[in-house]
């Protein structure tokens, strides 16, 4: 043996003995506090809290522009018209609340409710099964058939799909487990105290309840196109549910680096390009609601919510807008103003932190909202309205509170994590509060109720947050659906794209196909078997929405 085959030989020798001898010892990083494999959950819960908007904002971008919430700043985006990333296109795109649902939340929830079980920290336990909860909710409204009965199932690597039936009365049984624990009070004391991990409600189970009973209001009220949808449930939860805007599931950032900062915000610079439609300017401008400009009868939440351009002398102040998939018509000083601010056409402060820029809910540290007390108000007057058979005195009174919790949401001074407010420079006037309730805008009596009123309401309390949501509202009324009173459409002002691709065949999106990179790369035999790689399966209707 020569001599480098020798030394070769003695050095392979001694690496099997020291693993045969000393395998704890150098090995087993088990041992290391420095790396712990088995962390308390109230380290694990806060990764959670600012896991959600990673994928409610990513998926904005495009939900957003189904829900003319907003455009693009140029002609022929294909999202604008209804479009979509069709296979075997490559791409993520529409994909985060997917990616979330099963790698971002997914098993680190499942990690949380199995560790805070053998603890008996059950109101850790509880909110973990409000979020999953709600991420499933989201991801099956988003995607569909969905994989639920096999989520994370281990070693395998293909999953079975279920369909959305299935999925709903998943979300049901996770939100009784949810109430359960949260309402356990043989909790262990030295191990289970929420306030660590929790800085959306400070640890406040009765708060966390509050959540999750809108997640079950929610889950009712997507079958009103059901012989078997139950209003009453729907009401139930809502009276259960929050209770004014304090009560509302908002996470904050704390906006010292991107991966904290609001997606929304100027420093990550993801809203250059968006502009505001006519659907919103006009709901808020008084057109669509009184057929006028006028001063008196403009919403004032305007001001707060939209931008207006340089030129304010065309009657409504200068709020331009867009139409999906359509270029800005204007020049100069006319041209539609970007959402970080009056007179704004470039982001203000891109990669550099600064509060202080922006507006609304697009700033680096304003909170991104997940379910508010107006918009459950909103969905207690449709399903009191659809139990009545009309208007009857308990919509209009939710009616009237959607309202003014929209403008007490945008009057809010104090946020977690001392995020800032998102009213512009001064809150909204009782005196101006009270002239727009008795403007033309709002009802007068529940007598005059539609439910026209209702929706477009909810429209403008979720415009710029709760796009999920507002998608399903809209797919539910198959986005042009005719009031019966007025015999007009529910989403008055909602535009028809006129560049449709002809892939749709002539209808509008109501789904987005199931993340690339994990289900197409890795679970296709599934999808063929639900139809996944049609070139119009974005336009397969959902089952929630069917009778």
């Not at 356990?184 to 105290?193: C, E, F, K, V």
């Not at 529910?490 to 987005?512: D, E, H, M, Q, S």
Request: charged share 20%; with cysteine; proline share 5%.
């Amino acid at each position: 043996m020569n001599m480098k085959k020798k030394l070769l030989h003695i050095l392979l020798l001694s690496a099997v003995l020291i693993n045969a001898t000393s395998c704890k010892k150098y090995l087993d990083i088990n041992s290391d506090p420095d790396t712990p494999q088995q962390p308390d959950v109230s380290s694990v819960f806060p990764a959670m809290l600012a896991a959600i908007p990673r994928g409610t904002q990513y998926d904005a971008r495009y939900v957003s522009k189904y829900i003319q919430n907003f455009a693009q700043n140029a002609a022929g985006n294909a999202w604008d018209v209804h479009g979509h990333q069709n296979y075997p296109n490559p791409s993520d795109v529409g994909g985060d609340i997917w990616r979330q649902c099963y790698y971002g939340l997914g098993a680190n929830l499942n990690y949380i409710i199995d560790n805070g079980k053998r603890k008996g920290q059950w109101d850790y336990v509880g909110a973990a099964y409000a979020l999953k909860a709600m991420i499933f909710q989201m991801c099956t409204d988003e995607y569909g058939e969905i994989i639920y009965t096999e989520a994370f199932k281990e070693n395998t690597s293909m999953f079975k799909y279920d369909d959305q039936q299935v999925v709903y009365k998943g979300i049901d049984s996770l939100c009784k487990l949810a109430l359960f624990y949260l309402q356990r009070t043989d909790l262990s004391p030295s191990n289970s105290l929420l306030v660590r991990g929790d800085y959306i409600y400070d640890g406040s189970n009765a708060k966390w309840i509050k959540f999750v009973n809108g997640l079950l209001a929610k889950n009712f009220h997507r079958m009103t196109n059901k012989s078997s949808y139950m209003a009453d449930s729907v009401i139930y939860y809502v009276d259960r549910s929050f209770a004014n805007t304090q009560d509302d599931f908002v996470v904050p950032f704390d906006a010292t680096k991107n991966d904290d900062s609001n997606f929304f915000g100027t420093y990550r610079d993801n809203l250059s390009s968006f502009r505001q439609t006519k659907m919103i300017v006009q709901l808020l401008d008084g057109t669509t609601f009184t057929g006028s400009t006028a001063g008196i009868n403009r919403d004032p939440r305007l001001r707060h919510m939209l931008c207006a351009s340089n030129d304010t002398t065309n009657g409504n102040g200068g709020y331009y807008a867009l139409e999906p998939g359509l270029a800005d018509p204007n020049t100069l000083n006319k041209r539609v103003a970007a959402p970080f601010g009056d007179s704004l056409y470039a982001n203000p402060s891109a990669s550099r932190f600064d509060p202080s820029r922006g507006k609304y809910l697009f700033r680096d540290k304003a909170v991104s909202p997940v379910m508010t007390y107006s918009e459950l108000q909103f969905m207690k007057a449709e399903a009191a309205y659809r139990k009545a058979g009309g208007p009857d005195a308990t919509a209009y009174q939710a009616y009237l509170n959607g309202i003014n919790g929209h403008f007490d949401f945008i009057n809010r001074a104090v946020y977690p994590r001392s995020n800032v407010p998102i009213y512009n420079t001064t809150i909204i006037s009782a005196a101006q509060r009270t002239a727009y309730l008795a403007s033309g805008n709002v009802k007068q009596n529940a007598a005059a109720l539609t439910l026209t009123d209702i929706m477009l309401q909810k429209y403008i309390a979720l415009w710029g947050w709760g796009f999920t949501e507002t998608w399903v509202d809209m797919r539910r009324y198959h986005y042009t659906d005719l009031d019966p009173v007025t015999g007009q459409p529910v989403y008055k002002g909602f535009i028809v794209p006129t560049a449709i691709p002809a892939t749709n065949n002539g209808k509008l999106a109501t789904r987005i196909r199931p993340r690339y990179n994990s289900e197409y790369v890795w679970n296709l035999d599934e999808l063929i078997r639900i139809g996944g790689t049609a070139a119009d399966y974005h336009t397969k209707e959902m089952w929630f929405s069917l009778p």
